[in-house]
């Protein structure tokens, strides 16, 4: 499980359909998770950006990995990310 999304990078390159992997996700609480959005070019290559998040974890919702991901298509950087 992966989004894929076009990103300028801080360093003014453009990385089209740029590979965006959920990593190091950790329980921060009974109702929070905390988690690296990493991005690469495909999903073979190294990351270029790493971003920590947190957000609402339900217990009795879909695995932490599919809530993760589900909260990063929430905010405005990940809109248009398709599944991968």
Do not use: W
């Not at 190091?24 to 690469?40: E, N, P, T, V, Y």
């Amino acid at each position: 499980m992966a989004l894929k999304k076009t990103v300028s990078t801080i360093f003014g390159f453009e990385a089209k359909d740029a590979y965006h992997r959920v990593e190091g996700l950790r329980l921060a609480a009974k109702d929070r998770i905390q988690f690296q959005a990493r991005a690469s070019i495909d999903a073979d290559h190294a990351h270029f950006s790493d971003q920590m998040y947190e957000c609402a974890y339900d217990i009795d919702g879909a695995n932490p990995i599919a809530q993760a991901y589900e909260y990063l298509k929430t905010l405005e950087e990940f809109a248009g990310a398709t599944d991968c």
